[in-house]
């Protein structure tokens, strides 16, 4: 969990950055308290002082309160995002971004394990209000190996659904 305040200012800063364009401030939070890195009170407080600070513009469109990073909010985040280790900022944004994608698509990543006779499934899934888009079970008959593959299903769906559509698609034979 990030409790410095300049490294929460900063995941903010990172989030919006790579929103690009304002967005419902409402969907924005949620998505950035989504990550389960930040405390709601932080993350409140942080917001209305990069607004106040000139690194977050407020916009009022279709009766909504926007939020979007400015000039002076993508510099700061560009230089200052040494301040945290890259991969656990890249973490922090993937994970935000898709929770605001499932807000506006309504589609959800989910991955769990499932025990079997001599080894164990790794399931993951995409799936709407509706129905299941894509669901991939692969088996693997060591503990460790299911472990890091549903790690990797975690941490990164997004890839797992596009690489698992190229091959059913056959855009990997365009490729070839």
């Known amino acids: 969990m990030l409790t410095q305040k ?3 200012k900063l995941a903010i800063l990172a989030v919006y950055y790579a929103f690009a364009v304002e967005v419902d401030a409402a969907y924005a939070q949620e998505s950035i308290l989504s990550t389960g890195e930040i405390d709601t009170f932080d993350c409140q407080e942080c917001e209305r002082e990069l607004v106040e600070e000139g690194f977050l513009k407020k916009n009022i469109s279709d009766g909504k309160l926007c939020y979007g990073i400015t000039e002076m909010g993508s510099y700061t985040y560009e230089q200052g995002k040494g301040i945290m ?3 656990v900022l890249n973490s922090f944004v993937a994970k935000a971004l898709r929770h605001f994608e499932y807000i506006c698509s309504r589609k959800k990543y989910s991955a769990h394990i499932k ?3 001599g080894g164990y499934y790794v399931i ?3 799936k709407n209000d509706k129905q299941t ?9 060591d503990r460790n190996e299911a472990y890091k593959a549903y790690i990797n299903c975690q941490e990164k769906p997004e890839i797992i659904n596009s ?9 990997l034979n365009d490729l070839y």
Do not use: H
């Open 6 to 8: 300049a490294e929460i």
């Open 85 to 87: 280790r890259e991969s």
């Open 115 to 117: 025990e079997a006779d």
């Open 124 to 126: 993951c899934s995409l």
């Open 133 to 141: 888009l894509m669901e991939t079970k692969l088996f693997f008959s």
């Open 163 to 171: 690489g698992v559509l190229t091959l059913m698609s056959g855009k």
